[in-house]
């Protein structure tokens, strides 16, 4: 027997919440009006980042060519070989971004050149201080428009405080109701009640009841005001939930997190089931990107990517933590040799820096969730963690091209 994975009332709550925000032909074509550079240049100078834009342009015109590299040293590639696509995470907002590409611009005349890589993410919270006043949006353009990465992955925690005439506008347009508290200042805040600390709701992993329509508010919300259209998800229900809420929404995508990776073949065919449920006419899915878990074989690996290209789902990546700060995991956890393996053996895969692998300072998990002053007056040390994530990356890019390896890089590094 199978169970609907949504109820009617699932649904129709889901599809008044989409109509509020204009429905999905709106929201897709807002999305792509907001990713634009110039209009986006254009918000940020009015918003006092018009300065640090232009720095970034001249920054990114200094930055090694990872293109140069596979020139002067003959790289030919193995087309038996899988595709290796670079993603570093911690991009914590647009002053220590802007640091990292200093640091990555200086790097371009040293023996070892800091690439930038094709994919980004970020774990800071969508508070509206953020998504509205122009830090989210700098952070994006510097990194979609002026480096060019590929993909730039924000955070949606359903924890944080917004405010409370939200939380009765939301109950008003999806007929439920959210729990909540005060949180002073006229926010409030969704009750996590197995949740005991701020580290425990790591990606807002308790979305108890109908707390799904909060995640689907805040990524919706922030993808119209800043033209992010790549969200972390927090837990199997928003799944579901963006699975059928993006099915029309082409540029609305999630990636799972690595707290909610696959770490086996039946956890990743639940996933599969979950999306062939809500596909796209084109069999494409608002499901972007899939973490592989930490604990998973090369094997196992290389077995979640045939059963994706039999399952004739398109357009979803597969990524592997190379290395993880210590409090994320296994202390010296290193993937680079199963990364080999698994893309000699002809399977695609996105390598990517949780850490350098070595155990800096900033380096940890508590830095993602630092509050704005403190994160912004540790800029430099927080962009330095950056850098250092980057250039492992293009170290071991550069060793997987000289076997034949084809490794992307973001489009600014070619």
């Not at 250039?391 to 550069?398: E, F, T, W, Y």
Request: proline share 2%; glycine share 8%.
């Amino acid at each position: 027997m199978k169970f609907k994975l949504l109820s009617n009332a699932d649904l129709q709550a889901i599809d008044a919440l989409k109509e509020f925000h204009g429905g999905a032909q709106k929201i897709s074509e807002t999305i792509k009006s907001m990713r634009v550079f110039e209009t986006r240049k254009k918000i940020l100078s009015e918003k006092g980042f018009g300065q640090m834009i232009e720095e970034a342009e001249e920054l990114v015109k200094k930055f090694a060519k990872a293109g140069d590299y596979e020139k002067e040293n003959n790289i030919s590639f193995n087309n038996n070989f899988g595709v290796a696509t670079a993603q570093v995470s911690g991009w914590q907002g647009a002053k220590v971004t802007h640091h990292a590409m200093k640091r990555i611009a200086e790097s371009a005349k040293t023996s070892e050149p800091c690439f930038v890589p094709s994919e980004f993410i970020s774990v800071v919270a969508l508070t509206d201080n953020y998504v509205y006043n122009g830090y989210l949006m700098a952070t994006l353009t510097m990194a979609e428009n002026i480096m060019k990465a590929s993909k730039f992955c924000s955070t949606n925690l359903i924890g944080i405080p917004q405010p409370e005439d939200r939380f009765v506008e939301l109950e008003k347009i999806t007929g439920k109701i959210f729990e909540r508290t005060d949180a002073g200042n006229g926010l409030s805040q969704l009750i996590l009640k197995n949740q005991g600390t701020f580290f425990g709701n790591f990606g807002g992993i308790e979305v108890a009841n109908d707390n799904h329509l909060i995640y689907l508010d805040g990524i919706t919300r922030t993808a119209l005001a800043t033209g992010a259209d790549f969200f972390l998800n927090p837990s199997w229900s928003t799944i579901v939930a963006i699975c059928y809420y993006g099915r029309d929404i082409p540029n609305l995508h999630i990636k799972i997190s690595m707290l909610l990776a696959t770490q086996n073949l039946m956890q990743f065919r639940m996933l599969l089931n979950i999306m062939s449920e809500y596909l796209r006419d084109d069999k494409t899915s608002p499901l972007y990107e899939i973490n592989i878990g930490n604990g998973v074989s090369p094997e196992n690996f290389i077995q979640c990517a045939n059963e994706l290209k039999e399952s004739g789902i398109k357009g979803v990546s597969l990524a592997a933590h190379i290395y993880i700060n210590p409090d994320l995991g296994i202390a010296n956890f290193n993937w680079t040799d199963n990364m080999h393996e698994v893309l000699e053996s002809g399977t695609n895969l996105t390598f990517k820096y949780e850490s350098d692998g070595t155990a800096r300072e900033m380096d940890t998990m508590g830095t993602y969730f630092l509050p704005e002053d403190e994160r912004n007056a540790n800029a430099e040390k927080i962009g330095d963690v950056i850098f250092y994530k980057a250039l492992q990356a293009s170290k071991d890019g550069r060793n997987m091209m000289k076997k034949g390896i084809r490794v992307l890089f973001g489009r600014s590094s070619y």
